[in-house]
């Protein structure tokens, strides 16, 4: 990454914008169970929407984290959380991957390709950045 994006970016902004819009995919999830899933052509019946409740009650969960984290001072706290979201992210989209070759619609794909930008976000501004570093 190079200084300039620093200069409007840094992993507090990171924390903000991903706990924002994880906030906002949590409460679509339990609004409107299929808003999200539809978009790659998953379609639920209302006996499964306990499923999009659960993952939107965990989305909501893990933007309180993001958020907390934009707080944070401590190094490794700050590298715990980001290494978190580094995990959380990529197992994800390795999961997307394999459901598309399962036969999930090829939309899919933009959804792996935001997780990957995500995955290495996370990991200059909250592993690379802070390395050696216990506090801001």
Not at 54 to 72: D, K, P, Y
Request: a positive charge.
């Amino acid at each position: 990454m190079n200084k300039k994006l620093s200069r409007y970016i840094n992993l507090q902004t990171l924390f903000f914008l991903h706990g924002a819009i994880t906030l906002a995919a949590g409460i679509v999830l339990v609004i409107d169970p299929n808003l999200i899933p539809g978009v790659v052509g998953i379609r639920l019946p209302s006996s499964a929407y306990l499923v999009p409740y659960l993952l939107g009650t965990a989305e909501l969960c893990i933007a309180a984290i993001s958020f907390g984290a934009c707080r944070f001072a401590d190094g490794l706290a700050l590298r715990t959380v980001a290494w978190s979201f580094i995990i959380l992210h990529g197992s994800t989209a390795l999961i997307e991957i394999y459901a598309y070759a399962q036969g999930l619609d090829a939309l899919i794909w933009g959804n792996v390709v935001l997780r990957v930008i995500v995955v290495v976000l996370f990991a200059y501004f909250g592993v690379y950045q802070l390395a050696g570093k216990t506090t801001k």
